[in-house]
C-alpha cells in the first residue's frame, strides 16, 4: 500500500524568505513523485516530477524538490519567494495508482 | 492550458435529488477521472475512465456512477445526493501509455479542470 503525508498543513512565510515543504511517502515498489500546485478557485497544475534520473528535480515557478529515496521523502523548496506563490501544494506519489498528500498551504506575506 | 471545461461550475442542491456534472475535454487525451477535494484529505479519485465505456471505481466511488459514451465527454452523476456529498469536484485528463485500467496511466501528466462546487442542503 502507498500513503503519502505533508508534514505542515500551513506555512506562512514573508516575501522574498526561502521555504520547505516537507513531503513524506511510503511504498512497497517503485514510486514516481509529483508536485502539483492549486492557485486559488483554480484546479491542479504541475509544477515538477521526479520518474528517475538524478534525484534534483527542477520545475516551474524557481521551485525544485529532491528525492531522498533512504528518507523516503519528497522535499519541495524555493530560495526566495513571492506573493503570487500563495497557493495550495500537494504532493503526490504513483506506484501503480497515484496518491495525494493532504495539501500545504503556503501564505506569503509581504 | 489544456481544454477542459467542467459544468456546472457552481451547484447547490437539496439532499435526494439526482446530480450530473459534466467534463468535456478538446485534448483527445485517453484517460478521464473525477477527483473529490475536502479538507484534510487532499484529491481523492471516484472513478475513472480509459476508453469510451470503459471506466473503474477509485477509492470513494459509493454513491457515484459515471458514464463515458464519447471521448471528449465523462459525467458523474450522483443518483440521490447526501450532504456528504458536499465538495468540490474536479475532473482531470491525461494521455496514459495505453493497456487497461490505471495500469496503463502511467507517468503522464494529469491536467485539471477548474472545479464544481457542490452543496447538498
Known amino acids: 500500500a502507498q500513503s503519502v503525508t505533508q508534514l505542515d498543513s500551513q506555512v506562512p512565510v514573508f516575501e522574498e524568505a526561502p521555504v520547505e515543504l516537507r513531503c513524506n511517502y511510503s511504498s512497497s515498489v517503485s514510486v514516481y513523485l509529483f508536485w502539483y500546485v492549486q492557485y486559488p478557485n483554480q484546479g491542479l497544475q504541475l509544477l515538477l516530477k521526479?520518474?528517475?534520473?538524478?534525484?534534483l528535480v527542477k520545475g516551474i515557478n524557481g521551485f525544485e524538490a529532491e528525492f531522498n529515496k533512504s528518507q523516503t521523502s519528497f522535499h519541495l523548496r524555493k530560495p526566495s519567494v513571492h506573493i503570487s506563490d500563495t497557493a495550495e501544494y500537494f504532493c503526490a506519489v504513483e506506484g501503480g495508482k497515484l496518491i495525494f498528500g493532504q495539501g500545504t498551504e503556503l501564505s506569503v506575506k509581504p | 492550458d489544456a481544454g477542459i471545461t467542467q459544468s456546472p461550475r457552481h451547484k447547490v442542491t437539496e439532499t435526494g435529488t439526482p446530480v450530473t456534472l459534466r467534463c468535456h475535454q478538446t485534448e483527445n487525451h485517453r484517460y478521464m477521472y473525477w477527483y473529490r477535494q475536502d479538507p484534510g484529505h487532499g484529491l481523492r479519485l471516484i472513478h475513472y475512465s480509459y476508453g469510451v465505456k470503459d471506466t473503474d471505481k477509485g477509492e470513494v466511488s459509493d454513491g457515484y456512477s459515471v458514464s463515458r459514451s464519447k471521448t471528449e465527454d465523462f459525467l458523474l452523476t450522483l443518483e440521490s445526493a447526501t450532504s456528504s456529498q458536499t465538495s468540490v469536484y474536479f475532473c482531470?485528463?491525461?494521455?496514459?501509455?495505453?493497456?487497461?485500467?490505471?495500469?496503463?496511466?502511467?507517468?503522464?501528466?494529469?491536467?485539471f479542470g477548474e472545479g464544481s462546487r457542490l452543496t447538498v442542503l
Open positions: 482531470a485528463i491525461s494521455e496514459g501509455q495505453g493497456g487497461k485500467g490505471l495500469a496503463g496511466a502511467g507517468t503522464g501528466e494529469l491536467f
Open positions: 521526479y520518474l528517475s534520473g538524478s534525484t
